[in-house]
């Protein structure tokens, strides 16, 4: 089985910044992607930023250099730096990875989410 744990959401004022953290734990071989999306009430989820699985990053269109996507790959862990926050970034954050395991499967993994609240 695979874990996959974020922590540091929370409510900050419009211009602030958060820190969110990510750790995948449990069976895994290798980490295919690691990534952070978001879904607002309303929305569909979309993606915030992550990597691929040559390394590179993507970022969502709206995040305009506000957000650094950063990783430990000793630890399977993700962290994402968000300044600048705007109240239309208030959302629940998810992380995700595609991941292999020990039994050879490749599997998408989801955490149960973080709240990021941005008041105006």
């Known amino acids: 089985q695979v874990q996959v744990v974020e922590s540091g959401g929370g409510l900050v004022q419009a211009g602030g910044s958060l820190r969110l953290s990510c750790t995948a734990s449990?069976?895994?071989?290798?980490?295919?992607?690691m990534d952070w999306y978001r879904q607002a009430p309303g929305n569909q989820r979309e993606l915030v930023a992550g990597?691929?699985?040559?390394?590179?990053?993507n970022y969502g269109d709206f995040v305009k250099g506000r957000f650094t996507i950063s990783r430990d790959n000793a630890d399977n862990t993700v962290s994402l730096q968000m300044d600048g926050l705007k109240p239309e970034d208030t959302a629940v954050y998810y992380c995700?990875?595609?991941?292999?395991?020990?039994?050879?499967?490749?599997?998408?993994?989801w955490g149960p989410g973080t709240q990021v609240t941005v008041s105006s």
């Open positions: 990597f691929s699985s040559d390394g590179s990053t």
């Open positions: 995700h990875t595609n991941a292999v395991t020990g039994w050879g499967r490749t599997n998408d993994y």
């Open positions: 449990g069976s895994i071989v290798r980490i295919n992607t």
